[in-house]
């Protein structure tokens, strides 16, 4: 029987798990990838269990358990060192069925890739949408080398989709959240210390050990967007918080001023109309940019993946029927719940907004009373992300961590 075609464009973390999803379910792909090669552009990812059951669907949720390195307290903290609010990760892996796996990209980026046939991936290949296809046409992608027609069109191209702006011509796609990011990984330092997160005026550092013995870091800064340092990144980041607690200077110091990473946030405060149009679908990024407040963005970007491939398995069977009814359920699954996610992740970019210090002080007051009143108020916030789990007719294949 000839295997349906799809053809994925992108092979950041959204687009490499739709692959190897759709691959698993019986179909044809190919990712065209614009980049000379899979080296991730970013630093550390968190992958919640949320991700992590979606990850079971291609065998790769233990792959990824087992790199887990939070085994103890953490929590959020002043940039003088005061904790505000304590989270435990075996509470969190008792509320969730897990607890939060830090990891690099690329190796989540090269577990991806293992579940692919060689050449599936082809880099250095930009491409861009025809035709989205419909009931009577397929879709059709060109590129440097000629057109491909496929039953199926995965958008996977970032926050800058130019498949969403093809699909989509008249939404006005991702604004600036009002903050830049900085990203870094480094050698752990020789003091130890406790996962944290720490909010100040307007600024935000995060600290979180990785396995293999290194140190994720991120920081945000609200600030007009486009923004340079006017030596490097790293003088920047020592000026900002170069006074911060514990291990912050400590990071800064090891930190190489090259491998600085900057970002403006952008997020889609609008949401789109679907995920879909004719044959192609969305996903990730280009179908629901956010703020990288609650470390959902590529968790998202996983579950619409296996979502995807999961209402379209049937398609398989029949090549040549129409899939519009499996990317409408795909859109009526997807639109909803990543609405609201990118909702709680600006709620949650708003508190780390204020730079006013009384108004600092009344946040810190309340999180602080918050939690001595409602021990766990923290992990609460994540009821309803973290404890997701993929659709029921696949849910057999899962194996439920204990």
Known sequence: MEQ?????????????????????????????????????????????????????ILGLGDDVRALA?????????????????RMDSA???????????????????????????????????????ADPGDARRPAR?????GEREADLVVGADGVHSAVR?????????????????????????ERPFAPHETWGRGRLWGS?????????????????????APDDEKAELLRLFGDWHRPVP?????????????????????????????????????????????????????EDAVVLAHHLSPHVADPAADPSGALAAYTRDRLP?????????ARAARAISLTSAPAVALRNTAVAAATRLAPGLLLRGFDGIADWRPPEPQAPALRRPS
């Open 208 to 228: 979180q050990p990785l396995r293999d013995g290194r140190v994720y870091a991120y920081a945000a800064a609200f600030t007009a967007p486009g923004g340079r």
């Open 250 to 302: 400590d990071i800064l110091a090891a930190t190489e001023p090259g491998a600085v990473l900057r970002h403006d946030v952008r997020a889609m405060t609008e949401p789109l109309p679907a995920h879909h149009r004719g044959r192609t679908a969305l996903l990730g990024d280009a179908a629901h940019a956010m703020a990288p407040t609650l470390g959902q963005g590529g968790n998202q970007a996983i």
């Open 4 to 56: 349906p075609r799809a053809v994925v464009i992108g092979a950041g973390v959204g687009g490499l798990t739709a692959a190897a999803a759709l691959h698993r379910g019986g179909w044809s792909v190919t990712v065209l990838e614009r980049a000379a090669t899979l080296d991730p552009v970013g630093a550390g990812i968190a992958l919640a269990p949320n991700a992590q059951r979606a990850l079971d």
């Open 69 to 85: 390195a939070w085994q103890g307290g953490g929590g959020l903290r002043t940039p003088g060192g005061r904790w505000l609010a």
């Open 165 to 189: 702006r093809a699909l989509f011509p008249g939404h006005p796609g991702p604004r600036y959240a009002g903050f830049t990011t900085w990203r870094v990984v480094v050698p752990a330092p």
């Open 91 to 129: 509470a969190a892996a008792e509320r969730f069925g897990g607890p939060v796996v830090l990891l690099h990209r690329a190796t989540l980026v090269a577990l991806l890739a293992s579940r692919l046939p060689e050449g599936c991936v082809r880099t250095g290949a930009a491409a861009e949408l």
């Open 141 to 145: 992608v060109v590129t440097a080398d």
């Open 337 to 345: 719940r990543t609405t609201d996610v990118v909702r709680r992740a």
